[in-house]
């Protein structure tokens, strides 16, 4: 299966040694972005260049892998991540949530908790919290020094007095064990509480940005908010259309041209296990009436 | 003018030698004077006299090549603030010191509403309770003579007058000790200024502010300060108090710089 022409893994052992060193520093400073040598990948940035790096130096032979972008493992990019890792370093891949030990995503965190010895690579386009708000990133990174953190509040403040709530949906910012301000890829905020004190490690790659970052298995992840708007999840307006849960991120698809719409789960997995074990939702169930 | 309060017979800063050169070339030299707290000190003098340089090395902005400047802090100890770490120097940058720029666009964030530009001192310092940020955000508003309406359009939207008077409420609010002012009024035009310098003057009046104001305008000299000091080339050339110096000039070049001076 593995091909003659590739090292195992794609990358050659010189890069993931540095690649591995910069992991390991990011672990032992979570929310902390490592600097490293990030190469050039046999895909475009923006497609998860630096969560392929992160992947294929942490990949064992008996690992057994998972790719899922937007919670969903039969998308483009998962299936050809997927597929990448299968030719290069010929592990076992696998749809299940259960059975992964390593997780690459883009975007979404699965909604079947996740158990110690596993990790969860994410693909991250902007690792820098405070890009929008201080473009020198000399200046943000003396702030993340000196752990100044009053402007991330001015965007949540911005976000108010414009929303009347806390109108960021996603990259939502996180502080990782009462220290680093930590921008948590563009995942939508309903996962940030998934981040909190998860027994699975957590690794951030940024392929163009060039920075690695970390959140150790049981490590507090809280989300940033103020006194009196605290942070929420957000509910959806209706249940999954086909698995009928309550409780899990979903996709709103439209149906046809006429306004018609259903709520499906984002992560394919999860909602083909509850349709699996006999749950069933209903397209007519959607949406809730009146649901601001 | 008022006078200096309690605490007062202790000064609030202190240069002393003060030096800075670029290679061969001298910004200023030798500068040494105290602060008092609730003291206004306007530096005075041409363009290229070394005044913003001053200024930036007073506020630790810059490192002096020689000569040291020392700051009260709080808990009444005057420290070398060369010897303060990075941490410390900007945390008093933002609570205890203000610093108003010529331009607004240096001090305010632009894009981000008025109400914010104001609490973001107050976030800085952990406040997190959103109604209570906004609320004194638009007491200082007030204060500074914003319409409250205002609150939540950027910056960006504001004639020059009120970014400049936005600057000032910035600065304000965490209630500095000090505040350094680069050419407030400049670029302002008259009736503006005049209406600046008299908010300028109550707010430095009623908070029992200390200032350094470095302008080329006397008239903002005379209006704002209790002290004044006159450079040329990089030197204090003259020092007094500001209805001294401006109504009986020793130097030539003072009283070059005074007889400038259109009679209206």
Redesign the interface.
């Known amino acids: 299966m593995n091909a003659p022409t590739y090292n195992f893994a794609y990358l050659d052992e010189q890069t993931k040694r540095m690649i591995r060193r910069a992991i390991l520093k990011a672990i032992a400073i979570p929310g902390y972005q490592v600097p490293f040598a990030s190469r050039e990948m046999p895909m475009p940035y923006g497609w998860g260049t630096g969560g392929v790096q992160v992947t294929a130096s942490i990949l064992g032979p008996d690992d057994v892998l998972k790719v899922i972008d937007q919670g969903s493992d039969d998308t483009t990019n998962a299936i050809s991540i997927r597929k990448f890792f299968a030719k290069t370093a010929g592990v076992a891949t696998t749809t299940s949530t259960e059975a992964a030990t390593v997780i690459q995503t883009r975007h979404r965190i699965p909604e079947a908790p996740l158990r110690a010895g596993q990790v969860l690579v994410y693909q991250v386009p902007i690792p820098e919290p405070l890009r929008f708000?201080e473009p020198r990133e000399t200046e943000t990174r003396?702030m993340h020094a000196?752990a100044?953190y009053?402007?991330m509040?001015?965007k949540l403040?911005?976000d108010?007095?414009?929303f009347g709530h806390i109108a960021t949906a996603y990259a939502y910012p996180v502080k990782v064990n009462a220290r680093y301000v930590m921008d948590p890829s563009p995942t939508p905020k309903f996962d940030n509480p998934k981040m909190d004190n998860c027994a699975a490690l957590q690794l951030f790659g940024a392929g163009r940005e060039k920075r690695i970052y970390a959140i150790p298995p049981y490590t507090s992840v809280v989300s940033l908010d103020?006194?009196?708007?605290p942070f929420t999840r957000y509910k959806f307006d209706a249940p999954c259309a086909l698995c009928g849960a309550e409780d899990s991120y979903l996709d709103e698809i439209v149906t046809d041209d006429k306004g018609s719409r259903m709520f499906v789960c984002s992560d394919t997995d999860f909602c083909e296990g509850r349709q699996a074990a006999g749950h069933h939702g209903s397209t007519n169930a959607a949406p809730y009436k009146g649901a601001a | 003018m008022a006078a200096p309060q309690n605490g007062a017979d202790q000064p609030l800063l202190v240069a002393d030698g003060l030096a800075k050169s670029y290679g061969r070339l001298v910004a200023c030299r030798d500068i040494s004077f105290s602060l008092y707290p609730s003291e206004v000190l306007a530096i005075v003098g041409e363009s290229g006299s070394g005044k913003s340089t001053l200024l930036q090395m007073l506020s630790a902005q810059l490192a002096p090549t020689g000569g040291r400047v020392s700051y009260r802090m709080r808990d009444g100890v005057l420290r070398d603030l060369a010897g303060l770490g990075e941490a410390e120097r900007r945390f008093l940058f933002r609570t205890d010191w203000g610093y108003v720029h010529q331009d607004p666009a240096l001090g305010l964030r632009m894009a981000v509403s008025a109400g914010a530009n104001v609490g973001e001192r107050l976030m800085a310092v952990g406040w997190n309770n959103y109604g209570r940020i906004r609320q004194t955000a638009s007491s200082w508003l007030e204060r500074v003579e914003i319409d409250i309406e205002r609150i939540d359009d950027a910056p960006r939207t504001y004639s020059g007058g009120m970014r400049q008077r936005l600057q000032i409420a910035r600065n304000l609010v965490t209630e500095p000790r000090l505040v350094f002012m680069d050419e407030p009024t400049g670029g302002l035009d008259v009736s503006v200024q005049a209406r600046l310098l008299d908010l300028m003057r109550s707010l430095v009046n009623e908070l029992g502010l200390a200032a350094i104001v470095v302008t080329h305008d006397l008239a903002v000299a005379r209006l704002l300060s209790h002290r004044v000091m006159v450079m040329k080339q990089g030197r204090v050339i003259e020092t007094g108090l500001t209805d001294q110096v401006l109504d009986d000039p020793r130097e030539p070049y003072t009283q070059l710089l005074v007889s400038s001076i259109l009679p209206p």
């Open positions: 708000l003396r000196l100044e009053g402007l509040h001015v403040y911005e108010i007095a414009r103020f006194e009196d708007h």
